[in-house]
């Protein structure tokens, strides 16, 4: 054989990491670990313990404590107790215990890799050099946040006690991104790794002792299903933080529905992967090894969609099927294997229906010419091409190796079948032409945008999904705000003139004097519903009194029914693109002409005001423009950063307006929330159905005649009034309604989270009088960040 036919043909002999270390581990436990309570470690009150196997060999590797509802509450217990320290700890301590994790990650990280690569069947390579390297980054960049909260967060305050659940396909890092931010700003955590995959979690409970982690902080209990339902449901859990499946995560916004309890979400996923015909295609079937190979395509953001344009699409292929050709599925502990095992039988049977349905519903099926190994969980690397659109394999998380292949011809195309999902989680876009990548990325939506690269991770970059991917991010500082609220300190007197600098308008405003009015509002008028940027008759045909506090009469507004909300949905979708579009310039100056014919009406706003609610119309008409005029003020400054990520690269988070928003405002201050409220979610892009107080409805019914003297686009702010909770139901379960913003009862909380879990849509919970909510939380709450992140180099 001469050397070139060597170096043609060289085969790969077997190169495997040693299993020693880790099985020496667990045998020095027994083979079986209890529950970590209190900085301890015990039997679970059931004792009833379950086995973790290896899926590469079917194996049992150990034995692990079943944490039933008793257990749940001792933990929950504990964290509390330690709440009390841990959130007085200052900053910089905290810092520091975060950096002995991160370090006591590093210096155990082979025994890391190797021990999760055993219990979940990951390919060591990427245990060793992609999962347990992130975990120590991402303690590192946390302890940098404890340090800087003080300074950075000022003025918030940690949540108390967190119960994280996380899922099996990144045992170690999932535990690090929800460890490490809650840690940081003074929580402190029970969390439940997943049933299949315990392993890496318990070694880590040991590192917590290890470092002299105060008892409590860190709590981790095994168990199944039952166990994480426990923890949603324990009254004591201020938060819950969860990664798994769209299925689970509708359960538990069910479940935590009016509780109070904060809730992040990051769900599945069906990301595209587009290529366009000017693509470097070499590179872009490498990124696709990495986008649906990567971890056996058990990734929430896997690119599982290739989207492709047609006059390339058969070249790609192609190329395609020859990389797949030499793909080498295998022992999971070899450093040579590319694919490992899939995690557990059950996962294995889920990838082979859905691909014989993909073969039944007429896809084309290829798969390389060898076989997997016999023994253990293995799936082949799998290409479907001629998929149609609306077929399973093109709608389904799959979570295995499969890729389902379909063409586009146009831009818009690409954008449509990209966006033709319930999921918005990440989408990965090829092209040498960064104006066109940087276009389609704005038009995506998803959470995280790759372009001309994929799968790429960082503690500095957000991460986390648009509709039924879940909300709330991880990473960055944009995913410090689901471990804070805001701290308790006496709310500023916005209200109080005496303690305001008036502003510009309402200087130009005429006095007035409350207790001398003399306006009365004629009670003739039925004001009507503002739907499209018309005004419009109840679809009911009935309408509603409003009455002063006094009992008298002061009008009547339209009865809106289920009928009116959707057509304000409708006009509110139709508006969005163009109001999206809009440049931030724009909306601001239609924000400031907002407020210019407002106070034009100052003193007819002012007595409406004071007869609707008894208060100083004055003031709070006063009050009104100066929201406006932050509003305003916000849309062309509400930026966004680029995360110093650690390659070359700029990450760019940009936040984004949400979509079509519910508003349901609160009964105090009407004229006020609806300026802070709707006029901030405006101002940052997003159209509005408005639903008025219904103590206070006339105000905002008052106010559309304002609106349409102020070039606000027709349907871009809809107004239905009526029946709060009733519209509110509608609201949440409508499916193109993106975001619910509810003031109201607590009853009223229950039933719109609950009815939001339809397509996971975002909600914001505020009660119906006492302080509205600041400006900057409100600029949070009308956003979701974007993270892009586009690699330079020649
Ligand atoms: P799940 O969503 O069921 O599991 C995620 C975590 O939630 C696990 O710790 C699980 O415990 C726990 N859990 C299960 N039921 C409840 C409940 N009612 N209340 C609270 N916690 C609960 O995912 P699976 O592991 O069952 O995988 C099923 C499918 O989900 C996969 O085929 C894949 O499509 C998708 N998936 C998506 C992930 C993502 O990151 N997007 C991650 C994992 C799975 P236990 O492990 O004991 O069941």
Request: hydrophobic content about 45%; proline content about 7%.
């Amino acid at each position: 054989m001469t050397l070139t036919e060597l170096m043609e043909t060289l085969p790969y002999g077997p190169a495997p990491e040693a299993a020693q270390p880790a099985l020496d581990w667990l045998k020095a436990h027994q083979g079986k670990f209890g529950l970590f309570i209190g900085g301890k470690w015990r039997d679970p009150a059931s004792q009833e313990w379950f086995a973790t196997l290896n899926p590469a060999n079917a194996q049992k590797l150990a034995e692990v404590a079943q944490a039933s509802a008793v257990d749940v509450d001792e933990a929950v217990k504990a964290a509390r107790k330690a709440f009390i320290g841990w959130s007085q700890t200052p900053g910089h301590v905290r810092a520091r215990y975060l950096y002995a994790m991160a370090r006591q990650v590093q210096k155990h990280a082979r025994l890391f890799a190797v021990l999760e690569t055993l219990d979940n069947g990951k390919p060591i390579r990427e245990t060793r050099d992609i999962d347990i390297p992130l975990v120590a980054r991402h303690f590192y960049y946390h302890a940098g946040w404890a340090q800087l909260m003080e300074s950075e967060l000022a003025g918030y305050a940690p949540l108390g006690v967190v119960g994280q659940i996380i899922p099996w396909n990144f045992p170690l890092l999932m535990l690090s991104w929800k460890i490490a931010p809650a840690l940081a700003m003074g929580n402190t955590v029970v969390l439940k790794p997943a049933e299949f995959t315990p392993l890496t979690a318990l070694l880590f409970a040991e590192i917590c002792q290890s470092i002299g982690l105060p008892p409590g902080v860190v709590n981790i209990l095994t168990g199944d299903g039952k166990t994480g339902a426990a923890l949603v449901e324990h009254p004591g859990v201020d938060k819950i933080a969860f990664t798994g499946s769209t299925e689970v995560g509708r359960l538990i916004r069910k479940a935590t529905a009016g509780s109070g309890k904060k809730l992040s979400l990051e769900l599945g996923g069906k990301s595209p992967f587009l290529v366009f015909e000017d693509a470097d295609l070499d590179s872009a079937v490498e990124g696709v090894v990495d986008a649906i190979w990567f971890n056996q395509g058990q990734v929430c953001c896997a690119g599982s969609r290739l989207l492709v344009q047609e006059g390339i699409a058969e070249r790609m292929y192609t190329k395609l099927r020859a990389r797949m050709e030499k793909l080498r599925v295998g022992n999971p502990l070899d450093k040579a294997v590319d694919i490992g095992a899939i995690v557990a039988p059950v996962q294995l049977q889920k990838i082979q229906q859905l691909v014989q349905k993909g073969v039944e519903e007429g896809a084309r099926l290829w798969q390389p010419s060898w076989a997997v190994p016999s023994e253990g969980c293995f799936y082949p690397p799998t290409l479907f091409t001629e998929v149609a659109p609306a077929s399973t394999i093109a709608q389904e998380e799959i979570f295995g190796p499969v890729l389902a292949a379909l063409t586009f011809r146009t831009p818009e195309e690409a954008v449509r079948l990209a966006n033709n999902t319930r999921y918005g989680l990440a989408a990965s876009i090829w092209s040498e032409d960064i104006n066109l990548a940087l276009d389609i990325a704005t038009q995506i939506k998803a959470g995280t945008i790759w372009i001309n690269s994929t799968n790429l991770f960082d503690a500095a970059s957000g991460f986390g999904g648009y509709r039924e991917s879940g909300f709330g991010r991880e990473g960055g500082k944009e995913g410090l705000w689901e471990y804070v609220k805001k701290a308790e300190s006496p709310h500023p007197k916005a209200q109080s003139r005496k303690t305001r600098a008036p502003s510009r308008a309402a200087k130009e405003t005429p006095s007035l004097q409350p207790a001398t009015f003399s306006f009365q509002p004629p009670i003739d008028r039925t004001a009507k519903l503002f739907i499209g940027g018309r005004q419009a008759r109840p679809d009911s045909g009935y309408s509603k009194a409003v009455y002063a506090p006094d009992g008298q009469l002061l009008g009547e507004v339209g009865l809106g029914n289920r009928k009116d909300i959707r057509n304000a949905v409708e006009a509110a979708r139709a508006a969005f693109e163009a109001w999206r579009k809009a440049s931030a310039h724009n909306r601001a100056q239609i924000l400031y002409f907002l407020a210019e014919n407002l106070s034009e009406r100052a003193e007819e706003f002012g007595h409406r005001i004071h007869a609707q609610t008894g208060q100083d119309g004055h003031a709070e008409v006063e009050a009104a423009l100066e929201a406006l005029f932050t509003a305003a003020a916000w849309a062309d400054k509400y930026e966004g950063v680029v995360h110093p990520t650690p390659i070359r690269n700029v990450t760019l988070a940009i936040p984004e307006p949400i979509g079509v928003m519910g508003i349901l405002c609160p009964d105090d201050q009407p004229l006020l929330a609806l300026a802070r409220l709707a006029g901030t979610a405006l101002a940052l892009g997003n159209t509005l159905v408005v639903v008025p107080s219904p103590l206070a409805p006339l105000v905002a019914t008052d106010f559309y005649q304002v609106l349409e003297t102020s070039d606000i686009p027709a349907g871009t702010f809809n107004i239905v009034t009526g029946e709060r909770d009733e519209l509110a139901k509608t609201l949440a379960e409508h499916d193109d309604v993106d975001a619910v913003w509810y003031a109201g009862p607590q009853a009223g909380h229950a039933l719109v989270e609950r009815a939001s879990a339809g397509n996971m849509k975002r909600t914001w919970m505020l009660l119906p009088s006492g302080p509205l909510p600041n400006t900057d939380e409100i600029l949070r709450q009308a956003t979701q960040v974007k993270n892009i992140w586009v690699p330079y180099g020649a």
